[in-house]
């Protein structure tokens, strides 16, 4: 897996935001905010996304033998991209 960006290297590399460039980020403190307000709106999705999956997981019976597994695509679709607006 490659490494996620964290949200300041979102801010910067991906939206081209910079604390000490950036015109509508006049100081230290609208940048701290604006990255713990990413932060938070990621843990929520994330939270959600975990709960989504506990509820819906499913389990599959593994053909030819009495064991169980996870149905994979009923974790993938616990929730849906679209729900991250």
């Known amino acids: 897996m490659s490494k996620i960006l964290t949200a300041e290297e979102f801010l910067i590399d991906w939206m081209g935001i910079d604390n000490s460039t950036h015109p509508n980020i006049d100081s230290k403190n609208q940048w701290l905010e604006r990255k713990n307000q990413l932060i938070k709106f990621a843990k929520l999705h994330c ?13 599959k019976q593994v053909p030819y033998t009495e064991d169980y597994e996870i149905d994979y695509n009923s974790i993938i679709n616990a929730y849906p991209l679209t729900n991250i607006e």
């Open 47 to 59: 939270e959600a996304q975990l709960k989504a999956i506990v509820i819906n997981a499913e389990q």
